[in-house]
């Protein structure tokens, strides 16, 4: 008997119904073929795609929009909090790649020195159930980025798809009452893990990446770039956020609303000023920010090797692009100062 | 949750000049309101938004401190409207500090730029404390116009003061202005104050405080005496947001109070 368990594919529904009982259930769901998550529907047919979900689960945990108090204008002052959400759920379905992307959420709204308690509520109350991607996409990278379509870390449970249905495996405490789901049998059959393939975004250190600042490089693959912010809306570990105050009916709420540094007006001020006032700019503090200053502040690389940003990407243009060129020229400055 | 502000009441709005109103603030619960030199605070108008502006008179275990608003954006404007007696919302103190205890003993050189003298008046109020602890003190204020001259009861103490030495500029020439015309940096070379022993400290539009610190290094101060307080755009106030982000440093976490020779490149 190995440490798997056996979900035979006849009873993935029935599966997923008795999960739906006790948690809110998100799964992947097809949309005009884009994969999305939504809550589970006993009707709908339920499928798991090869490899990433387009949509990054990011939103989750961290929506576009997201009210955290409340003001009473009637009142000379009065504000309250949003309340927490503590309804157990499951997110069944993601990958190795999300996984780290919520780690690096972690570290942001967890343990940066304050908690943000709207996530560490969605956090809590939610349990992740993994899946081993079938195979990498065209555009997946995870193995350039020391991590693997079958890496468990920041998992409760990991399932993989097999012929005739799917094999689970227990990762954390957390869950134990639903590996004992009878439905769930002992099987003989374990994950072989295979020899996963490179992806083709490659980058270089964060010492040597951080040191291309003044390269005229920036300004050669950012003269295109529409600015368009996809790569950052995509991107799991982009969490820059505007806190606005919304005015409607006599109500107002304080909200965060995602925001991207890709924006002129992310970073200018009432006054006028601009510190990153162009395209080169903005393109540079992203992929700076991605392989190098992430790394300072929050001890790793915040690429997770998804690769939405190239899906995303209007004109192909997109972030691990730049980096794989950046990561050529950083080659070819070092080969011309050792041969210099 | 930490982006949620606490109430604050407005004891006292001071017009200062013609677009700069101060706000004496303190906190509804009363309790002392305990700041470190430097640090900011964000400002909730209720129903219009949040910012952040720079601490610009704060007394040690006071419950009241001081906020001084220019009227930039439309924030600022409706912060403007507000008066005596109404509510406003405050976050923080957040951010580090001047490190005052390394400058003893040295002679202080403090230059602000129109709006950005704001957040240097308490480093001159706990110098002017400490009198016996530096070995001079010299402050330099330029404004665009004697319309925005800032802080007026203070420069006349200021000037009056024996220990301090007071140089007033303003940019263009004015009728009826007999004082000092012309921008900072121009004014601190004619100065011509030797670095040895002294630490400058400046803040103001970016572009001043980027000329004022080549005319300074063209004198030979050093970058590792020179501070500067880069009151850049936060919004979070505690570096999650992202958007004080420069050169991998998170200006509302790190700063506001930077050693030049530790300011992340190209920002000035």
């Not at chain 1, 700076?288 to 929050?298: M, N, Q, V, W």
């Not at chain 2, 400058?200 to 004022?212: K, S």
Request: proline share 5%; hydrophobic share 35%.
């Amino acid at each position: 008997m190995s440490n798997w368990k056996k979900l035979k594919l006849k009873d993935l529904n029935r599966f997923l119904d008795e999960l739906s009982s006790g948690y809110e259930l998100w799964i992947p769901e097809k949309e005009k073929q884009k994969w999305i998550w939504s809550i589970y529907d006993k009707t709908d047919e339920v499928q798991f795609p090869p490899n990433i979900i387009d949509e990054s689960v990011k939103a989750l945990f961290f929506p576009k929009r997201r009210p955290i108090a409340e003001f009473d204008l009637k009142k000379k002052w009065s504000v309250k909090q949003v309340e927490t959400s503590t309804k157990p759920r499951a997110i069944m379905g993601l990958r190795s790649c999300d996984a780290e992307g919520i780690n690096y959420m972690d570290r942001v709204f967890l343990h940066s020195g304050y908690t943000d308690e709207l996530y560490k509520g969605e956090r809590d109350r939610t349990l992740l159930i993994g899946m081993i991607c079938d195979e990498m996409g065209e555009n997946c990278h995870c193995t350039d980025r020391n991590s693997s379509p079958d890496k468990t870390e920041g998992m409760d449970i990991i399932f993989k798809r097999v012929p005739d249905g799917f094999l689970f495996r227990q990762i954390t405490e957390k869950v134990s009452d639903i590996l004992n789901f009878g439905l769930l049998i002992d099987t003989d059959e374990i994950y072989e893990a295979p020899e996963w393939p490179r992806g083709r975004f490659e980058v270089a250190a964060p010492e040597d990446v951080l040191d291309t600042y003044d390269d005229e490089f920036w300004n050669d693959v950012s003269d295109i770039c529409l600015t368009c912010g996809g790569c950052t809306f995509s991107c799991p570990t982009c969490l820059c956020f505007l806190v606005a105050d919304e005015k409607f009916k006599g109500k107002c709420e304080r909200v965060t609303v995602w925001d991207t540094c890709q924006f002129s007006a992310y970073s200018r001020m009432a006054g006028g000023h601009n510190p990153r006032d162009n395209n080169a700019a903005r393109v540079r503090n992203r992929t700076l920010d991605k392989f190098g200053y992430s790394e300072r502040k929050y001890g790793r690389t915040s690429c997770t090797g998804c690769g939405r940003c190239v899906i995303i990407c209007p004109l192909k243009r997109s972030f691990p692009y730049i980096a794989r060129n950046l990561t050529e020229r950083i080659k070819e400055k070092k080969a011309a100062s050792q041969g210099a | 949750m930490e982006l949620i502000p606490k109430a604050a009441v407005i004891k006292k709005v001071i017009n200062e000049s013609n677009d700069v109103k101060s706000f004496l603030l303190e906190l509804d619960e009363g309790k002392p309101f305990s700041a470190l030199l430097g640090q900011f605070v964000e400002i909730t108008v209720q129903g219009i938004g949040e910012s952040t502006f720079a601490i610009s008179r704060q007394k040690k275990g006071a419950t009241q401190f001081i906020v001084s608003v220019k009227k930039m954006g439309h924030l600022t404007k409706m912060l403007h409207r507000l008066t005596a007696g109404e509510f406003v919302g405050v976050r923080g103190p957040y951010g580090n500090s001047f490190p005052l205890e390394e400058w003893y003993s040295k002679k202080l050189l403090i230059i602000g730029g129109g709006i950005g003298l704001a957040p240097l008046r308490p480093v001159i109020d706990q110098i002017l404390l400490e009198k016996d602890k530096f070995a001079g003190l010299e402050i330099v204020f330029g404004a665009r116009s004697p319309l925005d001259i800032l802080f007026k009861e203070d420069l006349k103490l200021w000037e009056s003061d024996p220990y301090a030495r007071l140089h007033t500029t303003i940019d263009i020439p004015y009728e009826g202005w007999h004082g000092k015309v012309g921008f900072i940096p121009s004014l601190v070379k004619d100065l011509a104050l030797k670095p040895d022993n002294s630490i400058a400290v400046i803040c103001g539009p970016p572009i001043m405080i980027r000329l004022t610190v080549e005319a300074l290094k063209a004198m030979n101060w050093k970058a590792e005496q020179i501070f500067t307080t880069l009151e850049m755009k936060m919004q979070c106030g505690i570096g999650q947001c992202g958007r004080c982000n420069i050169g991998g440093k998170l200006i509302c976490k790190d700063g506001p109070v930077f050693r030049i020779d530790q300011i992340p490149y190209g920002v000035i």
